[in-house]
């Protein structure tokens, strides 16, 4: 990969959405991962508006003191940059009291693992209309289009999407290039949904550069028989997590009313 000339595309794809939407500038939760820390630096060298929103839910401090010093380091490399903490921890907790009780409570983990998704997602919008301002999304090209590995409607909830066409491997490759932190660059992949630290890896049970593999057997017409030992095994994961997720990467079905009927 080019680097420095992919890292120059998207910038100057960013500002000239942004410019042409008549819109001040970019807002962009900031997670303490890889993907919003890049995503972050891409919008902030476009000189135009950027809004960086801290958003903790019960959070590890790991993640919040990494997304801490990213913030600082953007704010030391350019003028541009504006910090803003919104503490979702009370609003969830809240939203989580309102709702009917269950008997097992690891029944409604995931629920509420999206909806902490959602909430940010909500935030993130407040503060775009408040100030006229896009919100970048940070998904890459493996979670958005190969194991939809993201919340619909929660971080999936974006306006543009400018690593979306970079592979994991890509965004570390470009982490480097921007000088991104080393302690983002090398922290384990996360969601940061569950308020420990669980990686993609142990949810998915693949590691990135794996499913790249498998997207890209995919994509050259392989069947999970063409495999045997761990690579039948990582092909099966990418292809369970593509199919059930499938319903995240297309548009939302129409029920069309025949022209009969009308």
Same mark, same amino acid.
């Given at each position: 990969m080019q680097t420095e000339k992919v890292i120059n595309h998207i910038v100057d794809w960013l500002k000239d959405y942004a410019t042409k939407a008549n819109m001040k500038g970019f807002v962009i939760g900031i997670s303490g991962g890889i993907d919003s820390a890049i995503t972050s630096t891409l919008c902030a060298r476009t000189g135009l508006d950027l809004l960086c929103l801290e958003m903790p839910i019960h959070q590890a401090e790991n993640q919040v003191g990494r997304a801490e010093r990213h913030i600082a380091w953007l704010q030391e490399n350019f003028s541009n940059v504006k910090r803003q903490e919104v503490n979702l921890t009370p609003v969830f907790d809240s939203l989580v009291a309102a709702m009917p009780r269950v008997e097992n409570e690891e029944e409604r983990f995931m629920s509420l693992a999206n909806t902490r998704a959602r909430l940010r997602m909500t935030s993130l919008y407040y503060f775009a209309a408040l100030e006229s301002y896009l919100v970048a999304g940070t998904g890459n090209k493996v979670e958005d289009f190969g194991v939809g590995f993201y919340t619909k409607y929660g971080d999936g909830g974006v306006d543009l999407s400018p690593i979306a066409d970079l592979l994991k491997t890509g965004v570390w490759e470009i982490a480097k290039a921007l000088g991104v932190n080393e302690e983002i660059i090398n922290a384990a992949p996360t969601d940061g949904l569950w308020g420990d630290d669980r990686?993609?890896?142990?949810?998915?049970?693949?590691?990135?550069?794996?499913?790249?593999?498998?997207?890209?057997?995919?994509?050259?017409?392989? #069947?999970?028989?063409?495999?045997?030992?761990?690579?039948?095994? &990582?092909?099966? =994961?990418? !292809?369970?997590?593509? #199919?059930?997720?499938?319903?995240?990467?297309?548009?939302?079905? &129409?029920?069309? =009313?025949? !022209?009969?009927?009308?």
């Open positions: 990686t993609d890896e142990d949810q998915i049970g693949a590691s990135y550069p794996e499913l790249e593999w498998a997207m890209e057997m995919v994509d050259k017409g392989k #069947t999970v028989d063409d495999f045997s030992g761990r690579q039948k095994e &990582v092909f099966s =994961i990418y !292809k369970r997590f593509n #199919t059930a997720n499938r319903h995240k990467m297309v548009p939302i079905p &129409v029920c069309e =009313i025949p !022209k009969t009927l009308k």
